[in-house]
């Protein structure tokens, strides 16, 4: 069976963890990875879980200023419901 060579990048910090888990697991990690390319070819799909993450001290800024920029009229537009939104589209004629 011949192979090819995928080359990602990755911060090194995941790449050491990612490989002491496959290790703790008794593979390499490149068999991790084959078999979520094989997972994701069958099933056309990717699933995610942010259970355990945090969010960053970026996106907790980001969403605090934006909560203040909604307090105080800045968003353009600002919609209650799904229907505003899709009144406003119309008139745009989109």
Known sequence: MSSSVVTIKVDPQTKKEAQKTAYELGMPLSV???AFLKQFIKTKTVEFSARDEEPS?????????AERDLKEG??????RTG???VKWLEKQGI
């Open 32 to 34: 991790v990875i084959k």
């Open 57 to 65: 001290e970026y996106l907790i800024r980001t969403i605090k200023q």
């Open 74 to 79: 800045k968003a353009s537009p600002v919609f």
């Open 83 to 85: 229907e505003e939104a």
